[in-house]
Each structure stands twice: as C-alpha cells, then as structure tokens.
C-alpha cells in the first residue's frame, strides 16, 4: 500500500468510526456489529502504526494517554457554570414559572424544556474549530481540573464534532454517570477481588474521572448525556434551548431521550408525574428534573442572581430512603468464597418496593456505618440496584448488639479469612465448600486448567443442580448413562464429553496446580510452583518459609498455598484426582539453565500461528515472565498485527520489539 493509498484508507476509516459511534451512542440505532467495529479499528490501528506520521488527536484510536498525570492542572471556566435553585413540591414550580412571567410581563405562558437531573458529575468539554480542546470538571463553578485524558477514554464523547459550521470555540457542559447495572458489575467484581466497592454510581463516576492514569479510567464504563452549551466564541444562531440540544445531536453528541418541551407550570407539574413514575426503569440515577426557559432571549432578559439563573430551576424526587430496624444479620457464602453480610430489616416500603434485606458488602462497611442489630437505620434503593444500609438513623436511641462475623464458613465449617487490608472475608474451603462448588469446577475444566472441551457453565449448572457431581473429582467418575441423559445431550455428544474428560487426564503440571483454584495462584505462579519443586508431592508438603523461595510467591500467596494443601479434605480431594488417572510428564527444569530466566516480555496485539496464551505459556517454559503491561522493567515486546499503545510505549522507551516472525524464531531457537 502506497503512503497515499494509506492515508486515504485512514482518513476513511476515521469518518466510517465516528459515523457508527454517532449512530450507537446519539442515535440508538447500531449500523454494524461490534465483531464489525473492531475489525475496523484494528486497522486503522495497524496503518496508523505503519504510517505514524499520519496519525492525529482525533483519531478513534486516540481514547486512552500513554502516561499518566502526576496531578491535575486547574481549569478556568471562561463562563461559570452554575448551581441552579431548587424546587421541592408543586406549589415552588408554580411559584417560579409565575415569577418567571412577572418579570418579562405580557407573556401568558412560558415554554420550558423540561430535562430528567442525572445524579453524576458534571463537566465542560470544549471544541476549537470542532476539535476536542480539554474538559474540566465544574469544581467551584469558577475553576475546575483538567480531565481531558480521561474524558477522551469515553466513547460516547466525540473527539471532533461531526459535521460543520462549528464556532471557532464552543464548550458542551454535559452530565457523566455511570449506569445501574454496570454499577453493579464493578461493584460484583471488586468484591469477588476483594477490593473496595464504590458507595452509589456517582462516586464511582466521580472517582473514574479522578484517575490520574487514564488507562484506569478507559476501564470503567461512564457515559454521557449534555444538557447544554457554555462559552461561545464565533457564529452560532441558536435561538432555543431546544435549538442548542438539536444541534449538540448532529454534531455527534448525546442528548438524553427523556427531553420534552412543556409549557407552564401545570405542562411541568404533568411531566414530572410522568417521570417520577418512569424513574426505575430508566437504569440509571436521576435525583430530579431540570426546568430551563427555552427561549434563549428570554433567559437573557431573566439573567442570574447570586449563583443560580433566574430562568431554570430543579425540581428534587423526595429521597427513595426510609427509616427501618435491623433485625439480624446473616452471612451468605458467594461462588468465589466470599462472606456477605445481609440485613434482614423490619419490612418497609421504599422506592416502589418492600424491602426487607439488604447488602452490608463487608466488615469494613459495617465499620464505616457503625450500624448494630437492633438499631433504627436508613434505607437507600435507586432504581434495580439492591437496596442497601447507608447510615444510623439521627434519631435511633437504640445502643444495639454489635454485628459478629462467624470465624467459620456456615456452608462447609472451613476457617474464614480475614488478611490484613482485605476488605472481604473469605471461605478458605476452596473445593470442598458447597457454596463454591459450581465455579471450582467451571474453573478446573476451563480452557487454561484442565481444559475439558465441552464441559461449560451450563451444562455444569445442570450437572451440580441434578446432583450428579457434587466436586472436580466426580467429573472423572461419570458414565456415559448419566451424562446422555441430561437435557440437551445425546448419546453421541455425551461420548464426546467423556472423550474430552479422559482427554483431560494427560496434562502439564502447571495446568493442574492452576486447575485446584488455590487462591492467588494464577497461571505463571502455578508455574514457578511446577518448576521450583522437584514433584508435586514437595510442592504438598512445603511449609511457608520454602514456598516463599519460589519466585513471585509472597507471604499472602504462601499462606494460601500451605493452607490449602494442609487442609485434609483438599488433600484427599487432590487424591482422588490422581487416583483417577490424572498425570503429568516429569518436567523438572533448573531454573538457571533456562534460556529466557528472569528476562520479562510483554505480549500484545494479534497473533495468528497460535493464541497469546500458547505463546506465554512457551515463554514462560523457557523460563521467561509474561507481563500484561510495558515498563522500564521490560525486556521484550512481541507486537501483532492491531498492536496500539503497548507498542508505542515500547517504541517510547527503546525496548526491543519482534513481530510474530520473530517470536517463532525465538521458540524454535531453544526449542
């Protein structure tokens, strides 16, 4: 491909890119697949890494800052943004739609663009000539901090506005929240990796855009909706507020679905009725509504006073929040062993629903809360998120007994895990616990441990459900009756799965170390384990101070691992592995004789004579550690086709960088 040919498959790519995003994020109306999208953003990434001179800011590819900040720069808005007053019941709204018509007198009824008020963090987000300048967050309303890498991470907000006529420079003010259900998940995941979880969606919105590196941000799944413009240099004719959403819509930005015009207090009263109503199934968290006189003339002539317009004003939802009595907690034992607390409240109605439970999340929430069985407590619940604890209500006179966490799992009897600043308890009983049984085994059979083709999530749900296996051994003792007669197996698939659990037998150490679902013992720890100790029954019967001469193995990871192997019951469960056929080849390596010994090499992009984890998993045989992110610390990048900022950091940092090629004559090297 020539430099010109390059250049115009670039600049098609780019406009194709921005296209689909406007049309999934502003239209709702997806034009291709993701499968599709990313296919296209992989190559525009490889010719941009071809071709670096042609790479520019507002590439799709540009989202995410290659090194992070030290600090944030403050910002100063050339226009100030805002507080806005507040209306608490229908008498405020009439009372401000009559103030607002006795000051521009003769107008008998007010047209108001009536907007649902997310419960996220506002920020201004400002266009030179439609490219994206900075965004800063509102702080004071006079200063704010410069996020612009983070912002640049959030898909929903384009990098150029699409289209033309942009003014010279143009701020957009929008709301970034992060939705209910992925609010969820984050908090789901920090807890099973025994992290902090975030309180409610704007603080982990607002803790997001805080990331001083922006790579943590790009993880984190915040979007957008703008509500309006700020400072203005150049032409621009709008003369409604609905006119200046309108055309935030076509130059690519996202406008809540939920906005109407209404006219006067009663259209505003109406539509706040039919919000309220429609407030839990909008999936993510609205505190209110936002009324702004739409006739951008009139806002003029209305003006400000202290701080707030005199033509908007928000009207606040009562708080989804109720006074109750904590009753008894309970623990709850989750599928990776983590202990939850649960409250099991004096039954009250909040946000549409009866709530009688709700999470506590760990000890140290039910430490920050100070809450105790027996006390008057206040319930929150916002939409589908599970209602939870937020605090002692001002008004309990109840002391209460303390809340006690069990020292032993109430599922299987193991000991409870309490690390020190670990936030999560944890059942120690790995295998044998019943509460953990389902993702021990989906775990030993994935693709990495034992790899057991065939045997996935829900034919393993079935599998346990039935009580035809209740543990990884029995996996091993199972006939072809059985499995032929669960739902949605034949005779012939089912012989498929028996073939692939015999199949499974013959496998590598590493793989069936990872495969036992020690905690913290990954796939290069199971490694370094498989080749530190000269058979497995060494690794068995290792104390604490030998496990922690293997490399990358720490005290928290020694603990585990001890632990575990000096649990009888994971013992015989191990036993029993072995006893049904499981074996490995006699793999012992002098870790000084290896080749690639305490070298570190970092894969990214595409491979396409074998997947990444078959190339680490060479690697890590010669004796090399594979790390997911490049640093000074690295040695070697090996860089496929779609490669991005990993590549070019390398680049950045002189590491010697193969291509797939080089890699294979590396393997065969020292084969």
Known sequence: MTPEDASARIEQLRAELTEHNYRYYVLDDPGITDVEYDRMLRELQELETAYPHLLTPDSPTQRVGVLPLTEFETVEHRLPMLSLDNAFDDSEIRDFDRRVRDRLTNIDQIEYVAEPKLDGVAVSIVYENGLLSYAATRGDGRQGENITANVKTIDAVPLRLRGSGHPEIFEVRGEIYIDQANFERMNKEAREKDEKVFINPRNAAAGSLRQLDSSATARRPLNIYTYSH????????????????????????????????????????????????????????????????????????????????????????????????????????????????????????????????????????????????????????????????????????????????????????????????????????????????????????????MDIDGLGIKLVNQMVDSGLIHNVADIYQLKLEQVAGLERMATKSAQNLLDAINQSKHTRLPRFIYALGIREVGETTASNLARYFPDFDSLKSASTDELLEVPDVGPIVAHFIAGFFADDRNREMVDRLIDAGIDWPHEVVNPDEQPLAGQTIVLTGTLSAMSRPEAKEKLQLLGAKVAGSVSAKTDLVVAGPGAGSKLKKASELGIDVLDEDGLLELLERYR
């Open 230 to 449: 700020g400072f203005v240099e150049g032409d621009f004719a709008a003369k409604t507020h609905m006119e200046v959403l309108e055309q935030l819509r076509e130059w690519g930005c996202r406008i809540n679905p939920e906005i109407a015009i209404v006219k006067g207090a009663e259209g505003a009263l109406n539509y706040y009725d039919r919000l309220a109503k429609k407030r839990d199934q909008l999936g993510y968290d609205i505190d209110g509504i936002v009324y702004k006189v739409n006739d951008l003339g009139l806002q003029s002539r209305l003006g400000f006073v202290a701080r707030a317009p005199r033509w908007a004003i928000a009207r606040k939802f009562p708080a989804q929040e109720q006074a109750t009595v904590l009753e008894a907690v309970d623990f709850q034992v989750g599928r990776t062993g983590s202990i939850t607390p649960v409250a099991r409240l004096k039954p009250v109605f909040v946000g549409g629903v009866t709530v009688s439970n709700a999470t506590l999340h760990n000890a140290d929430e039910i430490a920050r809360l100070g809450v105790s069985i027996g006390q008057k407590v206040i319930v929150r619940r916002a939409g589908d998120v599970i209602p939870q604890i937020v605090k002692v209500a001002e008004d309990n006179t109840v002391a209460g007994e303390p809340v006690q966490f069990p020292e032993n799992c109430p599922e299987c009897g193991s000991e409870i895990e309490f690390l020190e600043g670990g936030a999560v308890a944890r059942c120690s009983g790995g295998l044998i616990c019943p509460a953990q049984r389902k993702e021990a085994i989906i775990h030993f059979a994935s693709r990495k441990a």
